[in-house]
């Protein structure tokens, strides 16, 4: 038997494919014999669905600086100097999401 819990539990590597095939069996099993947790598996979709179609979020300008701040911590040059943000910029290309 398979509980409510342990299906809702379970459904984000359900939903990603991420379940070793028995156990998915055991929540598809579940999934057609339980409303509740169908209509759960649905709105954990449809927030799914949201989600992924947010912009990726912008960090505002204090966060930009602390990062900025990081970077220079973390790739300060061996004469005891820093990069300024021209050199960061070469250093580290800006990578956006990728998808
Ligand atoms: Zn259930």
Same mark, same amino acid.
């Given at each position: 038997m398979t509980g409510c819990e342990r299906v809702i539990a379970l %459904?984000?590597?359900y939903v990603s494919g991420e379940l070793p095939a028995l156990v998915? +069996?055991?929540v598809d099993q579940h999934l057609s014999t339980c #409303?509740?947790?169908s209509a759960a598996l649905a709105e954990y979709r449809a927030v799914v669905r949201l989600a992924a179609s947010l912009p990726p979020p912008t960090p505002? #300008? +204090?966060a930009e600086a602390r990062i900025l701040a990081a970077l220079r911590a973390a790739t300060a040059l061996p004469d005891g100097g820093t990069m300024d943000e021209t050199q960061l910029e070469i +250093? %580290? #290309?800006a990578s956006g999401p990728t998808g």
């Open positions: %459904l984000g590597d998915r +069996a055991d #409303p509740t947790c505002s #300008p +204090a +250093a %580290l #290309p």
